[in-house]
């Protein structure tokens, strides 16, 4: 039946999807640390980590964000940490343990970086910082630096999966294949693409095209909407600002399936969305199968 219910070109999406899935390389255990990456700035990274992580806290998961684009670090910013006198950066010149660099904001923690001062630092040192606290948390969630540099390294080396964000467009597209890359170079775990700022129109390309050309899965599509960035203004998460909203729905679903929940809603456009699924639907219902069985 679900086959059935899918075009030629999802069929391919879905069983590519099937091989592209390992049960045993994905860690769905306490401390699960998962890096957010992009090549590019702009397309809404940092953004994605703080909705993300609020759906998962949503959920009753123990989450940490951190802020691990220490040479421009801007996700304190977006949650109202302004200037912090325990960042990471204080972690790594040794002047404070990582769990004093932890800011409750009761939904969830956050460790920010520094802003206005660029001490000399070895990102690399990230994994090492984390393991002390990694198995407090039920979910890491790793805000890396918009280039491909020694700081996105250190995320990936730290991270036990990686998310990709990427945007429609050819730009964003050719720092996604590099990201993806540069990953695979070093036996690293994708889980996926988080595919941001869809305006939805014939000119954008199409999930087909990018899952053609970085062979990753889809599996939430973010349409554009200006509440996004309203509630980056206001210094708080989206999903607390508009939690009905179709972009904050799919970080939720998202955030269902990463952690092995079912996401169910009683809507007659849910029930209509499981007889013809969007791509990225099929692609969390295999995700989901493959992992979680």
Known sequence: MFFKACDEIMFISVTTLISYLNKDSFIFLMGKIVGVLSLKGGVGKTSSVVSLGSCLSDLGKK???????????????????????????????????????????????????????????????????LRSIKNKYDIILLDSSPALNDE?????????????????????????????????????KIIGLILNKVYGKKFELSIAEIE???????LAVIPHDINAIKAVSSL??????????????????????????????????????????????????????????
């Open 63 to 129: 989450v940490l964000l951190v802020d691990c684009n220490f040479s421009a670090p801007n996700l304190g910013m977006h949650l109202n940490i302004i200037n912090p006198e325990k960042t990471l950066h204080h972690v790594f010149e040794r002047n404070v343990h990582i769990s004093e660099a932890i800011h409750d904001l009761d939904k969830f923690h956050v460790i920010p970086s520094m802003i206005f001062k660029e001490p000399k630092i070895n990102p690399l040192k990230l994994k090492d910082h």
């Open 152 to 188: 996105t390294l250190a995320v990936m080396l730290a991270a036990d999966e990686l998310l990709i964000v990427t945007t429609p467009d050819y730009p964003t597209l050719s720092m996604t294949l590099k990201a993806v890359k540069n990953a695979r170079e070093r036996g690293l």
């Open 212 to 218: 053609r050309t970085v062979d990753v899965p889809v």
């Open 236 to 293: 708080q998460p989206w999903s607390d600002r508009k939690p009905n909203a179709k972009g904050v729905v799919e970080y939720r679903k998202l955030a269902h399936v990463l952690v092995g929940e079912k996401y169910t809603s009683n809507k007659i456009k849910n029930i209509i969305n499981r007889i013809t699924p969007a791509r990225q639907e099929i692609n969390r219902e295999i995700f989901y199968t493959s992992v979680f069985g």
